[in-house]
T-cell receptor
Framework: EADIYQTPRYLVIGTGKKITLECSQTMGHDKMYWYQQDPGMELHLIHYSYGVNSTEKGDLSSESTVSRIRTEHFPLTLESARPSHTSQYLC?????????????FGEGSWLTVV | GENVEQHPSTLSVQEGDSAVIKCTYSDSASNYFPWYKQELGKGPQLIIDIRSNVGEKKDQRIAVTLNKTAKHFSLHITETQPEDSAVYFCAASYDKVIFGPGTSLSVIP
């Protein structure tokens, strides 16, 4: 079982609030990712990082930002939440090497903006 | 750009029957093909994977087949059980991992 943790699991906040979704992994993986997913729908990559101080935007444009100051930590921040940000956010990680691109996901953070 | 197609988008089977989900990929350099199962309210979990030097892999009731020439790969679930009900995602990878859009499988008791 993968050791990747997301908090909070569920969050309901008002429009205009700033929120940070936390993600930590204990596997020493150099690559980390954030996906956005509506229930039962496609996985959309919104941010990824291949190492400390390296972050890139994914395929789906997002108003969120990320940082990677420590290998194990990859938080996602929304400066001013809107109802359109309501979704599930999945953090994931993978290692470089022979084990290749096996991506391990966290349990997800469900965000509702009212 | 790279693309992974997945069919069907929804699938209903009777308990005990087999289920097959098919994927095609566009990047001929892809060499790793994982399958994920996502249960309601949870993150996707890896259930089986296959690398390009292998044509078939089996793990109990699930199996994957790969046809690199045709750029097709499939997931086979035999003797389906209600707990197999979930959304299944295929993926193809060389350096980036590209996910298919998912298949919602319902197993009817």
């Amino acid at each position: 079982e993968a050791d990747i943790y997301q908090t909070p699991r569920y969050l309901v906040i008002g429009t205009g609030k700033k929120i940070t979704l936390e993600c930590s992994q204990t596997m020493g993986h150099d690559k980390m990712y954030w996906y956005q997913q509506d229930p039962g729908m496609e996985l959309h990559l919104i941010h990824y990082s291949y190492g400390v101080n390296s972050t890139e935007k994914g395929d789906l444009s997002s108003e969120s930002t990320v940082s990677r100051i420590r290998t194990e930590h990859f938080p996602l921040t929304l400066e001013s939440a809107r109802p359109s940000h309501t979704s599930q956010y999945l953090c994931a990680s993978s290692a470089t090497g022979f084990s290749g691109n096996t991506i391990y996901f966290g349990e997800g953070s469900w965000l509702t903006v009212v | 750009g790279e693309n992974v197609e997945q069919h069907p988008s929804t699938l209903s089977v009777q308990e005990g029957d087999s289920a097959v989900i098919k994927c095609t990929y566009s990047d001929s350099a892809s060499n790793y093909f994982p399958w994920y199962k996502q249960e309601l309210g949870k993150g996707p979990q890896l259930i089986i994977d296959i690398r390009s030097n292998v044509g078939e892999k089996k793990d109990q009731r699930i199996a994957v087949t790969l046809n690199k020439t045709a750029k097709h790969f499939s997931l086979h679930i035999t003797e389906t059980q209600p707990e197999d009900s979930a959304v299944y995602f295929c993926a193809a990878s060389y350096d980036k991992v590209i996910f298919g859009p998912g298949t919602s499988l319902s197993v009817i008791p």
